[in-house]
Structures are given as structure tokens and as C-alpha cells.
């Protein structure tokens, strides 16, 4: 065993050993699944270490609020950074949080307009976060807002992970949803969607370029990237004009009225597909 992977190993321990001591007695249900969720990322030791940003405060969690906000028994309200819910979020935080110990890292803890600081949440003295145990079991999505690359590329090794097992909610076929079928898309108007296809068409009209994957630009789904996010998709050696006939999966809110469309407001909502790359879309 190299000294790399016995760190992993006395880690891990360590972690398991924590949530055991944390949980109360009797919760066997919610002890086993903690258990089960630190194994699934045991694994990837490695791309849990970027994110020990700046201590923000610890607490108990006393309450899960909604599928990405907790409150502490200090009265405190926690909104998880970097990630957007599914449907079993709520029950999967309910399931790993309940009267445990946490701390909260992040760069900003300033509250938002509803009064959450946002932050990466820890069980006791795991180094693994909560978000990152959510995504491994396919049970949360990326959603870019983690401005720092290394722990921007550790969330989303446990996501792709999760989705390459077909784990939580990779296993529906509907999890990805197809470019050529808008309709679909647009059903889920409002909602946080991950999206594959082929870009047919690259248009810039004003302020605008429109990444067009229907030949009806009206109907068809269409991504949007303002002039002033060119920078920093030049910064990640993209140029807009180069993904005609590219393969892309995009993340975000869907908006629109007769024709679905995402706002790219991070250049980490794109993703380049690679000819051989297993996608998502069913044929």
C-alpha cells in the first residue's frame, strides 16, 4: 500500500469512526446509511481535499428546511453550496444530517436575500462535504456556482461518477434530457435541467450568441451566452464558433416560451462531449 493510499485508509477510518460517535443510539437506519454514504466517496480521497475552504462556524443540524437548506439548533438557516436538488435530496439530507454535528467552510458567508449563509457543509471531522456525498450518490447535481477549479473538479469527478454507475437519479432514462426533443425540455420550464445534443447552428444577434440545436430557431432549444461571458470562455481556450457540430451537455434553468433555452452564465454549465464519450441520451 503506498503511503498516498494508507492516508486515504486512516482517513476513512477516522470518518467512519465519527459518524458513528455522532449519530444517537438507537438511529441504527440513519447510522448505516451514513456508513454507506462515506464509503462511496472513501474511494476518492483525492478530490476531497480542494474544498477545505475558510471555517465558517459549526452547529447541530436541528431541521431540513427544503432539499439544499438546513437550519441549526443555533437558528442559523444553511443553504449548500454547489449544488442543485433532485427528488430524493430532501430525503437524502434528512437521512445524513439530523442531530449531527457540522461545520460550514466557504470564501463568503454572507447571508442572501433570504437570510442563508451558503457554505460546503462537513460531518464532524470528515473531510468529505456533504454536497460531495449527495453527488457520488447521484442524489444532488453540480451546479457550477464553485468559482475555485479544484473544488469546482472534485464536485463534478463525484457527479460523473455517480451518473457513469448510473446511481440515484442517473438511473432514469429522463435524467438527461435530449436537444432534439424541445418539447421535453420545455416541460420542465423553471427547473434546473442537464441537457445533450448536437449544435447545429452558432448565431451571435446583438449582445447574444445562440447556441442553436434545431433548425426552427423559434421552437427549437437553444443555449444563450451574452457578449460580456466571452472573456471567460476564451480564458478556457472555447471559441463559441468552434462548437458548430459539436456534441455539448449543458446545465441550468430552463426558461422560454414556444422554445425551450438556457442562460450560460458559468462557463463550467458546458461541457465539450468527445466523439467516443458515453452520453446520456437515449438514441
Known amino acids: 500500500m503506498t503511503e498516498c493510499e494508507e492516508a486515504s485508509s486512516r482517513s476513512t477510518t477516522f470518518e467512519l469512526r465519527t459518524a458513528l460517535n455522532a449519530t444517537f443510539p438507537g438511529h441504527v437506519t440513519q447510522r448505516l ?9 472513501a474511494g476518492h480521497t483525492a478530490f476531497a481535499t480542494p474544498c477545505q475552504f475558510e471555517a465558517q462556524g459549526e452547529g447541530r443540524v436541528a431541521a431540513i428546511v427544503d432539499a439544499r437548506s438546513v437550519r441549526l439548533d443555533d437558528g442559523r438557516e444553511i443553504r449548500l ?4 436538488p ?12 439530523i442531530g449531527h454535528a457540522v461545520t460550514l467552510r466557504g470564501t463568503d458567508d454572507t447571508p442572501d436575500r433570504y437570510g442563508r449563509q451558503g457554505a460546503l457543509m462537513f460531518i464532524g471531522e470528515s473531510d468529505t462535504s456533504v454536497q460531495a456525498v449527495l453527488l457520488a450518490q447521484g442524489d444532488a447535481l453540480v451546479s457550477t456556482e464553485i468559482t475555485d477549479k479544484d473544488c469546482a473538479a472534485a464536485l463534478t469527478s463525484s457527479e460523473t461518477e455517480a451518473r457513469r454507475q448510473k446511481k440515484g437519479n442517473w438511473a432514469a432514462p ?5 436537444a432534439e426533443s424541445p418539447d421535453d425540455i420545455l416541460a420542465g420550464i423553471g427547473r434546473f435541467l442537464v441537457v445533450e445534443g448536437k449544435v447545429l447552428s452558432v448565431r451571435q444577434a446583438g449582445a447574444m450568441t445562440y447556441l442553436n440545436f434545431g433548425r426552427n430557431w423559434t421552437r427549437g432549444f437553444a443555449v444563450t451566452i451574452s457578449k460580456r461571458m466571452l472573456p471567460a470562455f476564451e480564458s478556457a481556450g472555447i471559441a463559441l464558433k468552434s462548437l458548430e457540430n459539436r456534441r455539448i451537455r449543458v446545465r441550468g434553468w430552463v426558461e422560454g416560451n414556444t422554445g ?4 450560460v452564465l458559468r462557463v463550467g454549465q458546458v461541457e465539450l462531449l468527445g466523439a467516443n464519450e458515453l452520453t446520456g441520451v437515449r438514441p
Request: hydrophobic fraction near 55%; charge should be positive.
Open 33 to 41: 446509511y451514513l456508513i454507506v454514504a462515506l464509503l462511496l466517496v
Open 81 to 84: 453550496s454547489g449544488i442543485e
Open 86 to 97: 433532485t427528488a430524493a435530496t430532501k430525503q437524502a439530507l434528512t437521512s445524513l444530517l
Open 174 to 178: 429522463s435524467a438527461i434530457k435530449n
Open 260 to 263: 425551450p433555452r438556457i442562460d
